[in-house]
């Protein structure tokens, strides 16, 4: 079994980084989307290098913060850059164990598998799970688990989706979200969670 292991600094250290003052000083309204890039690309540059500033610092409030202010194009720029579109899914799924309200989720047990569309894989999907059970919840590339539903999605809608910064249900009637399977538990899944508001 691959299940995602993470170790990141205290929430009070981590909202305190440098790289949290940093990010809000970016004026996003200024960057290309090949800039944006160019930003991103660096502090996950210095933080492989051990140099003390690295994206997984970012506090979850800056985090929905960058991505309430960027546009679309810049989002999807993420999407199509393979080390970024990995190391962003990797941050939301570690975070998700982080941010589960287990008060919420009681009487839960379920199984949502994820599909990621445009990824460089054989049958062009990057694929997770989440698993809600015994008032836990644990994220991993292993599938070996039979999903009660499984969620297909682009990796920009989705960052925007877990970060609380798209209409859920709007992205469920539109079709930007598909479902196979039980229904219910990929609608009510984000309500197990404590995602912060964007701040203006």
């Avoid at 993470?6 to 200024?30: D, T, Y």
């Avoid at 997770?128 to 297909?152: H, K, M």
């Avoid at 709007?170 to 609608?187: C, D, I, L, Q, S």
Wanted: net charge neutral.
């Amino acid at each position: 079994m691959r299940w995602r292991r993470f170790s990141r600094p205290s929430a009070s250290s981590a909202s305190g980084h440098a790289v949290n003052g940093f990010a809000r000083k970016l004026e996003l309204s200024k960057l290309t989307p090949d800039q944006f890039v160019q930003v991103l690309e660096t502090l996950h540059m210095l933080g492989n290098a051990g140099a003390g500033i690295e994206l997984s610092a970012l506090s979850t409030q800056v985090l929905v913060d960058i991505v309430a202010h960027s546009s679309r194009e810049q989002l999807k720029a993420i999407a199509d850059h393979a080390e970024l579109r990995s190391v962003f899914l990797d941050e939301i799924f570690r975070r998700m164990s982080e941010h589960f309200l287990p008060a919420r989720a009681r009487y839960v047990n379920v199984v949502v598998s994820w599909r990621f569309s445009g990824a460089e894989s054989e049958d062009g999907y990057d694929r997770f799970q989440t698993v809600i059970e015994d008032g836990l919840c644990v994220s991993s590339t292993d599938l070996s688990r039979t999903p009660d539903t499984t969620i297909t999605l682009s990796v920009d809608d989705f960052i925007r989706m877990a970060t609380g910064n798209a209409a859920v249900a709007t992205m469920f009637v539109t079709g930007r979200v598909k479902v196979k399977g039980e229904y219910a538990p990929a609608v009510r899944l984000s309500s197990y969670f404590d995602i912060p508001k964007p701040t203006e």
